[in-house]
């Protein structure tokens, strides 16, 4: 799978723990954002990566800033993009299964690397449920046309 990953200062720790895991599982990974833990704006990580999800560019993406919440807000600015908040297990699998998220936002300053591991690995293997959600979904998508 193509994935796009990137965060900010406060996430770059947990992006390289990340980038290596995935790319241990054999994924294509292209990272954007912080190189390092200087001071970095996290619009400058989300909407890049974003518009990889968006274009096709990349099937999935994944954000890490502090707390999430940051990379969530720019992410979801850009068109095609539903970027969710993922904080458990049970989360990273209702993201995909009902609301068909594309990005992951994960909490660099709050989540144990080893839980993020396993929400990434739940968000990357569960598929979209469709049914009741495919309606729900489409009306964020009908809006987003329209507007």
Do not use: W
Not at 9 to 23: A, D, I, P, S, T
């Amino acid at each position: 799978m193509k994935i796009a990953i990137g965060a900010d200062h406060r996430g770059y720790k947990l992006k390289r723990v990340l980038v290596e895991f995935l790319r241990g599982k054999g994924h294509d990974v292209t990272e954007y954002g912080a190189q390092s833990e200087e001071s970095y704006d996290y619009p400058d990580a989300a909407i890049p990566v974003g518009e990889a999800v968006s274009s096709g560019k990349a099937d999935r993406g994944i954000l890490i800033c502090m707390t999430g919440i940051g990379m969530s807000i720019a992410a979801n600015k850009v068109k095609g993009v539903r970027a969710a908040l993922v904080t458990s297990e049970e989360f990273a699998e209702l993201s995909r299964r009902h609301n068909n998220a594309n990005v992951i936002c994960l909490q660099g300053g709050y989540v144990d690397p080893e839980d993020a591991k396993k929400f990434v690995e739940i968000f990357l293997k569960t598929d979209f449920e469709g049914g009741r959600h495919a309606r729900r979904v489409k009306k964020i998508t009908d809006y987003e046309s329209s507007h």
